[in-house]
């Protein structure tokens, strides 16, 4: 069985399935993508006749998006070869879920999903992968991160481990040290060398914090009547799921939410302070996420004003 997985490059969410979909089938090819480049990435390989090759296409933890959901509908052949598993609300809001080929679930009897924990059930449920509790642990622990559920929860810091092993080793390593780690099948365990990585990595970000939240630069902006007070700040990628819990404890520009314009990515992050939807604001600069968290391009037009009137303060 020949299968193509798409999925999140940008996350352990993505890279949850990517282990996943190398546990369960000896023949797999996987195109990593941006949370805003999988349509085309994905048109690029129907052109091309591409999809055709396999005999199952999986896209994970992302969506596409519009002509090509119709598209595929209108094929027989790719419509029951290619399934979607998505948890971000934004797309069901936009309707991408109307198509049988495509599963968008936020929330099932377990609780809230994420794209991982939604590719093991299918796998499971279809006898393509065979469980093991190092493999329910991996799972659960991408997860929860994934939902923000290891900090308002279960305040359960190996979820965050493996976060920052994503981001320190790069997709590549992080893959190589979670398979082997799967494989092994005796626990979510770090050895020394990836404990160091990650002792490392606390120890830096303590030391930059101060000075990233020093230089927030506050926003009013008007959403559809509602208005969202957002504190800006440029920060390194990998800083993004820990911030707003600083900012949360000495909320001292009494901001809704922290958006995060990233020095080494294109994309600006919101995450949630005070209970507001950050997917609104996201949305509102042509972007998609949760309530908890959401992103937008910053070349988007809308956007672009918002960074030429932060330049100024």
Known sequence: MKVLLFSHIQ????????????????????????????????SSYYKEGKLYDYDFVFINDLCIKEPLLGIIDKDNQLRNKILVFDHHIT???????????????VENDKGKTCGTSLFY??????????????LDEFVELTRQHDTWEWKTKYNNPLARDLYVLFGELGYEKYLDVMLLIVKNNNGV?????????????????????KDILENMKPYSLDVNGEVYRIGFIRCPYKYRND????????????VDLVGMIFDDMDTVSYRLVKNK???KVAVYFGGKGHKDASSNLQNNEKFKIVLNELEKK
């Open 277 to 279: 939807d950050a997917s």
């Open 121 to 134: 059930d299918y796998l499971l449920e279809n006898n393509y992968i065979k469980r093991t509790k190092t």
């Open 11 to 42: 996350d352990i969410d993505g890279m949850g399935s990517v282990i996943l979909g190398k546990m369960a089938f000896s023949s797999l090819d996987y195109v990593l993508c941006k949370t805003f480049e999988v349509t085309d990435k994905v």
């Open 189 to 209: 365990v770090f050895d020394k060398q990836e404990q160091k990585v990650i002792d490392e990595y606390n120890k830096k970000f303590n030391n930059d914090i």
């Open 243 to 254: 911030i707003n819990e600083l900012v949360k404890e000495n909320n001292k520009h009494d």
């Open 91 to 105: 797309e069901i809001e936009e309707g991408n879920d109307k198509y049988n080929y495509v599963n968008i679930i």
